[in-house]
């Protein structure tokens, strides 16, 4: 190629010194990650409840000994290889087994529309829609859209199929419980892969109100993961990551680990003997730390409080939260607590909180009862070993039983009021306003929870087209459900730099008042069935990612409610509802005698009155103090559904 280049000839001692290298001090290989991992193997599942291409897939059965030969709708749920049996739940949820007569390899290579015969010839059942890998049927549905039934037919409208009740083996269940440590256990069946999640909900003695304690556990999460900062690394290059944070208020912290599950207990045990080294209270940090980061993660932690609710858009829905929570410290009074923190005064008030302990978790994915075990055995050692008066060979007290877990109190909304919260934007150079109108349903049942779900559904769409394209009153404007601590509520929100926070409020309140007249009483009856059918095939959606389902089941430990089959039971309760029942709904809700409303403004530049913070929470203090609460809708000793 006309390349120019030039060559010499090397000297003896520069071949001498390639011959016989000398290694500089200090340079070697890195040692070997610990956390990278050495089996991708997939864990089997029990016999009785093994893998089979079949499962799931919506089905028609016909007895072929009977003359009419009517095919009869229902859904494969369990395979049981002992028997070699297929176990169909039926329309009206009835189930029957059916013993197969071909291997697994000859149904894998079955689609749609493919019939075969069972019980040697005597029934023949034909498949209607096969269940892809992920879970996913057609359109992402995880029990497909086709095969529906009758419902609404005259308008062309078809209710999704409604999958039978989810077999309990296939839902969390309890598979470690002793010495405060309970975990629930749930083997992937959807993704396939060589990963897991293991969720934890640490339960502390904590004063859920102090501003003081919820700031020194912000300073432990941020102590902890600045100490465990270079294992971490090491096992985020294998993709093993961690999350753990401080939900002070609720009474406990929450762990996250997730990724490639052979090692994933290695990091768990890690990180919970890091944490709990914080335990054992006394005056001087654990040896792990590195001098000086105490006094930079203060430093940080103050910054991050300064920052916090700094947009209007996130300052409105703190203070919405923080009135329905009486007493919840906020980021201004917990920096307070940060003025002349010393080293002392943090473990002194860290052995308070970490003083009684107990944990409730889910391990999720490719994992067997083996691990979990494993896991639940490890955790409950780790407790009883960094427990007050613990230590090797020595049992410590300072668990903390689960009937003992902290439940949420959620201020219970005075019936025909309205409350008011005014503040001023934390940034005095932001140009947005923002208003939220939070209207309380009442708590926890399931007629509320899927009216509740409808209602944002018919009102989400035209006020946004209303307010925000037509009229450009604001660049944000939603509508959503909310549900704080088993309560529901309904939330309309307007983010505008274009109006006040009176003009906001006021689109509001006239968009409710009109919403039966312009909206839903001229409705045509297609239409609200679309949004019913929509709405139904949303919450069959299958999962995406094992995170995302780990997230859902977790939820439903976390809150007590622990009903993980809800989303099927919500879709079953919305085929019953009707225009006037969602009408009814809205005008005692939301209009009606039995309102109970909160609306909040955070005023921007321009948007209004100023309106000094310390006023602001001279208001919410009195708010707390004659608030009343609701009964805790989900106790920690709820059974498992």
């Known amino acids: 190629f006309g390349t120019r280049y030039w060559r010499s000839k090397l000297s003896p001692e520069t071949v001498a010194r390639f011959e016989a290298p000398k290694l500089a001090s200090g340079l070697h290989l890195p040692e070997p990650n610990p956390y990278l991992p050495e089996s991708f193997d997939l864990k089997p599942f029990p016999s009785d409840d093994a893998a089979h291409p079949l499962v799931g897939a919506i089905v028609k059965i016909a007895d072929l000994k009977s003359k009419s030969k009517t095919f009869y709708s229902g859904t494969i749920v369990k395979f049981d290889s002992n028997k070699q049996s297929l176990l169909v739940s039926y329309e009206d949820e009835d189930k029957a087994w059916y013993k197969v007569d071909e291997d697994a390899a000859f149904f894998s290579k079955m689609k749609n529309d493919d019939s075969f015969v069972v019980e040697k010839g005597k029934f023949k059942i034909k498949i209607v829609t096969l269940i892809e890998a992920g879970g996913l049927g057609e359109d992402g549905l995880r029990f497909g859209d086709g095969g529906g039934d009758d419902f609404m037919a005259d308008y062309d409208i078809v209710f999704p199929p409604i999958p039978p009740p989810t077999e309990p083996g296939r839902l969390p269940q309890v598979a470690f419980d002793q010495n405060c440590c309970r975990l629930f256990h749930l083997q992937d069946r959807l993704f396939n892969r060589p990963n897991a999640e293991l969720r934890l909900k640490i339960a502390t003695s904590i004063t859920r109100k102090s501003p003081l304690e919820s700031a020194v556990a912000d300073i432990l999460c941020a102590l902890m993961a600045d100490s465990a900062v270079e294992t971490v690394y090491m096992a985020s290059v294998c993709e093993l990551e961690y999350c753990l944070s401080s939900n002070a208020f609720d009474g406990h912290f929450a762990l996250r ?192 929870l899927v009216l509740t779900d409808l209602l944002v559904q018919l009102i989400e769409e035209p006020f946004f087209d209303n307010v925000r394209t037509k009229e450009q009153f604001g660049y944000s404007v939603s509508c959503s459900e909310r549900w704080t601590g088993g309560i529901i509520g309904l939330v309309l929100r307007i983010v505008s730099s274009v109006k006040t926070a009176e003009e906001c409020s006021s689109r509001i309140d006239t968009f409710l008042e009109r919403f039966l007249e312009d909206v839903l009483d001229p409705m045509k009856k297609e239409i609200f069935l679309e949004n019913v059918v929509g709405l139904a095939k949303n919450k069959l959606q299958a999962w995406t990612t094992l995170g995302e389902q780990t997230g859902h089941l977790f939820s439903e430990i976390t809150c007590y409610r622990k009903n993980f089959d809800i989303r099927r039971e919500e879709v079953v309760k919305l085929k019953t509802i009707t225009k006037e029942k969602v009408r009814n709904f809205f005008e005692a809700k939301v209009l009606g005698a039995e309102r109970r409303a909160l609306k909040v403004q955070v005023i921007g530049e321009g948007g209004g009155q100023k309106v000094a913070r310390e006023d602001v929470e001279i208001l919410m203090r009195e708010e707390a103090e004659r608030a009343k609460t609701y009964e805790p809708v989900f106790k920690p000793t709820v059974v498992v559904k």
């Open 257 to 448: 680990i997730h990724g490639f599950d052979d090692k994933l207990l290695k990091l768990t045990e890690f990180l919970l003997d890091t944490f709990l080294a914080f335990r054992a209270g006394g005056k001087v940090l654990p040896s792990f730390v590195g001098d000086g980061r105490f006094e930079v993660i203060l430093e940080s932690l103050g910054r991050k409080y300064d920052n916090q609710n700094m947009a209007a858009s996130t300052f409105v829905s703190d203070l919405r939260i923080r009135y329905l929570m009486p007493g919840k410290p906020y980021e201004l009074a917990k920096k307070k607590e940060l003025e002349g923190m010393t080293v002392e005064k943090f473990m002194e008030v860290t052995g308070k909180i970490l003083k009684n302990i107990g944990v409730e978790g889910l391990f999720h994915g490719n994992a067997d009862l083996g691990d979990v075990k494993s896991c639940g055995q490890m955790i409950a050692s780790l407790l009883k070993r960094t427990a007050p008066g613990g230590g090797k060979g020595k049992k410590g007290s300072g668990g903390l039983a689960l009937k003992n877990f902290p439940v949420e109190e959620i201020a219970k909304l005075d019936v025909g009021e309205v409350r008011h919260i005014v503040a001023s934007s934390k940034n005095e150079c932001d140009k947005n306003t923002a208003v939220e109108h939070y209207y309380q349903i009442g708590s926890d049942n399931m007629d509320d």
